[in-house]
């Protein structure tokens, strides 16, 4: 049975969908199969990945309102053992139906282990609007654990409480074995030192919740996804494939851990 992973942010513009991307070709790389699905009404993920001179008929949102069969969805990418989900068509008028029916809180997870998604990948992660309403909340409810994208800069830090306000909410209404395996520091720079500081002060409140690896800014990141590539096999020997692959490592080491915990 796969593992499923929301990758949240209360926050724009700090690399959620890369970070999405490129975590999903690591763990491809180390010969595990991965389905990225996308929520995002955006739909940058099916962009990012390489699909962008494809017709999206069928996505995500259909599977949060109405009956659809996974070969309706699930659409093969140019890298091996990677899928995606699109968040399909979206128009201001499907998000309003979504956002404004709470029953489809559960909708995305009963798809998914009702028609036996789950069961064909390893990992399974979910890409989440940088909003928090029932779309984002679906993906949650999904999910076995969540983890947090934030750039180490003051603006995106204390956007931080207002994400664990809302999954607190879902934990205690909603999914009471709802975890957050990490928060993932992304864009870093270790000659900035108001990110040194930002990250110092996320470690200290925070304390074992950031993930050790702290994914680089890293040009060839941004030249990867221009060209719809997961840095890892872009560049496979710069800074951000290297920290990639080493975050994939740092989860599967917490992972263990996670399970222990749950067990006892």
């Known amino acids: 049975m796969g593992k499923i992973y929301a990758i949240l942010s209360k926050k724009g513009g700090v690399g959620k969908t890369t970070v999405v991307i490129n975590l999903g070709a690591a763990f491809a790389e180390r010969g595990q199969k991965v389905l990225l699905v996308d929520v995002d009404p955006q739909n940058s993920l099916y962009l990012g990945i390489g699909l962008y001179k494809e017709r999206i008929d069928r996505g995500s949102f259909d599977i949060l309102l109405k009956n659809v069969k996974p070969e309706e969805v699930i659409r093969e990418t140019p890298y091996r053992n990677i899928e995606v989900i699109p968040s399909g068509p979206v128009t201001p008028y499907l998000e309003w139906r979504i956002s404004s029916v709470s029953k489809n809180l559960d909708r995305l997870k009963n798809w998914l282990d009702y028609t036996g998604v789950k ?146």
């Open 119 to 264: 069961d064909r990948y390893d990992y399974i992660l979910i890409d989440t609007p940088p909003t928090f309403n029932s779309i984002t909340g679906s993906a949650v409810v999904a999910s076995d654990a969540v983890m947090i994208t934030v750039q180490s800069e003051p603006l995106a830090y204390r956007t931080l409480p207002a994400v664990f306000v809302f999954l607190r909410d879902i934990k205690e209404k909603l999914k009471p074995s709802l975890r957050v395996l990490g928060i993932i520091i992304n864009m870093y720079d270790g000659r900035e030192e108001l990110m040194v500081q930002t990250a110092r002060v996320l470690e200290e409140k925070y304390k074992n919740i950031p993930f050790k690896t702290r994914i680089p800014k890293d040009l060839n990141i941004a030249e990867a996804l221009a060209y719809g590539k997961p840095v890892i096999f872009h560049e496979p020997g710069s800074a951000g494939a290297r920290a990639f692959r080493l975050l994939a490592k740092e989860i599967k080491a917490r992972e263990t851990v996670l399970e222990q915990v749950i067990k006892r």
